[in-house]
Nanobody
Framework: QVQLVESGGESVQAGGSLRLSCAAS????????MGWFRQAPGKEREGVAR?????????YYADSVKGRFTISQNNAKNTLYLQMNSLKPEDTAMYYC?????????????????WGQGTQVTVSS
């Protein structure tokens, strides 16, 4: 049973930084992926970043966050992080952690089968 629990969301001012965490349990596959998605009120869910483990480790970011956000995982691979710098008001959303198996595409969340409950990030101008 995969369980994902996000934390770290809060209200910050534009230009600030936050680090989101996702405590993961039950992810036992050799090839798997984890990612962060977000959804703002009245908007569609957007894939933010993902990391894939399939013999090598690769990361991918949405253009909207490239250069500002960094996805990473601890050595035990039981905690996923999203370091968010230079935050903008348009980053305001509920952020969700997700896990799954390749192809693990952010578009349409293809391959992501497990989801956390979300953590709210609010960026004020």
């Amino acid at each position: 049973q995969v369980q994902l629990v996000e934390s770290g969301g809060e209200s910050v001012q534009a230009g600030g930084s936050l680090r989101l965490s996702c405590a993961a349990s039950g992810v036992t596959y050799s090839n798997y992926c984890m990612g962060w998605f977000r959804q703002a009120p009245g908007k569609e869910r957007e894939g933010v970043a993902r990391i894939i483990y399939d013999g090598t480790t690769s990361t991918y970011y949405a253009d909207s966050v490239k250069g500002r956000f960094t996805i990473s995982q601890n050595n035990a691979k039981n905690t996923l992080y999203l370091q968010m710098n230079s935050l903008k008001p348009e980053d305001t959303a509920m952020y969700y952690c997700a896990a799954g198996r390749p192809p693990c595409r952010l578009a349409g969340a293809l391959g992501f089968y497990y989801w956390g409950q979300g953590t709210q990030v609010t960026v004020s101008s």
